[in-house]
């Protein structure tokens, strides 16, 4: 009970912060220690593929069964939903995805993935956690027990969420879909975390406004007219055709953009034929398109379903052989944080865990995150998304002076720095739902 108050009171700056730090670290330490060190472990060797992750949601869900939590199984397919409800107050969703990747892993790890597993599309492959959902999921158990233990200064309704394919960007649309805050109810607040590498192990990042661009995979299917390599002339080359759209796209961000404009359109996929002197009917591309806004986002869609046209009408082909262009299976919209919610959070975060905590990284790419379905619903629920640093000070520090680059993630090679990332996860997301939830 000590530990519990003095969490209580961190969390609401009621007593001397070094002291009630130093007792709220300890007590999630020591679960650390007795639980979530082994369930981390547990995670990392036995990581599951998108909308695959049977054993990964049967062991959330028991984690959460074990805490007297309301557990609700297969939503939108593997999701899971844990109630914790504590009387009147607000409802906040805790969200952690738990997919991992078709990767390798040559982390160096003792305990490195040797799994692999089925995908959706019937293809068997190796799995590894190459982005850090193992850490998320064992942080989200984290939470819930400090929560649970914390039960008698908090009021309201957590719903836990363990979300399925964040990787394929489909799992958080598949459980709204499912009727998510129709059978749950609709959150006041919306909570997640990303552990980073790059980022110091330990830090948090948290900041107001745009976190992540909107991603949006394509595929195009362009047909042609098969015939002998010796006699292109009888044909309508779908390989050449579908050379001349790859080539055409890269003008819409270069020509179609404004320069301030953020926008990204790869073919990262091409596939064609089978034989040497066979021109075959049809090939395949496909893309990934990211944006900072709704507006860039529509305008590159548009622009790509134009240009394959045009090319291909360019090339001769008749009305029933235009190319098909699709959109619809994998995208999310883009990430923001709300700009009130955060500056909260924010807040709590330097009163409970320490200003020399806090970490502010530019954004270096165009990540996206499928986060957003939660938050950008027709009930436009507040959101706050932050990220906890998961590489040591030193490999970080070594990068900047030249050294050896700190692995990406989706890397074979990425690694977490595992303890410190789970308890700080742990404790930033207890005092974010403690900070809206708290007596």
Not at 97 to 109: F, R, Y
Not at 289 to 315: F, P, Y
Request: glycine share 10%.
């Amino acid at each position: 009970m000590r530990s519990a108050i003095a969490a209580c009171a961190l969390t609401l700056a009621l007593a001397a912060p070094a002291a009630a730090e130093s007792e709220f670290r300890a007590a999630v330490e020591r679960d650390y220690s007795d639980h979530l060190e082994a369930l981390w472990v547990h995670f990392h060797k036995n990581p599951e593929l998108s909308f695959r992750e049977y054993e990964t949601a049967a062991r959330m869900a028991a984690e959460l069964k074990a805490l007297d939590i309301e557990v609700t199984e297969e939503v939108g397919g593997t999701g899971v939903v844990g109630m914790l409800r504590n009387g009147d107050g607000p409802l906040v969703l805790v969200r952690a995805d738990m997919d991992g990747l078709p990767v390798k892993e040559a982390s160096g790890l003792d305990i490195m993935s040797e799994a692999t597993q089925e995908d959706i599309d019937g293809i068997v492959k190796p799995v590894m956690h190459a982005c850090g959902h193992d850490v998320h999921i064992t942080s989200l158990v984290g939470t819930a027990r400090r929560l649970v233990a914390l039960k008698d200064r908090w009021r309201g309704t957590i719903m836990f969420i363990v979300q399925p394919a964040e990787e394929r960007i489909g799992g958080a649309r598949a459980m709204l879909e499912d009727g998510l805050y129709e059978r749950f109810g609709v959150p006041d607040y919306a909570l997640a975390f990303h552990v980073s590498a790059g980022i110091p192990s330990g830090r948090v990042d948290l900041q107001p406004g745009l976190i992540g661009a909107s991603s949006d995979s394509v595929d195009i299917t362009v047909y042609g007219i098969g015939a002998h390599g010796a006699s292109p002339h009888k044909s309508k080359d779908p390989i050449y055709i579908g050379s001349q759209i790859v080539i055409a796209l890269q003008g819409l961000v270069s020509r179609e953009l404004s320069p301030l404009e953020p926008g990204v359109v790869t073919v990262g996929s091409f596939h064609g034929g089978f034989k040497h002197n066979i021109i075959p009917a049809e090939v395949k591309l496909q893309l990934t398109v990211r944006s900072d806004s709704e507006a860039t986002r529509a305008k590159l869609l548009a622009g790509i379903r134009r240009i394959a046209e045009g090319v291909a009408r360019t090339a001769g082909l008749p009305d029933e052989l235009m190319p098909v262009v699709d959109s619809s299976f994998e995208s999310t919209p883009t990430n923001v944080n709300d700009p009130e919610l955060t500056a909260r959070i924010r807040k709590a975060f330097v009163a409970a865990l320490g200003e020399e905590v806090m970490y502010t990284r530019k954004r270096e790419g165009m990540g996206a995150e499928d986060f957003a379905y939660f938050v950008q619903t027709e009930h436009k629920v507040p959101g706050a998304y932050f990220r906890v640093g998961g590489t040591p000070q030193a490999e970080v520090d070594a990068e900047k002076a030249g050294g050896p680059p700190v692995p990406s993630h989706h890397s074979p090679f990425f690694r977490i720095e595992a303890e410190p990332s789970v308890i700080r996860g742990t404790e930033a997301m207890v005092v974010a739902v403690m900070e809206l939830m708290g007596k």
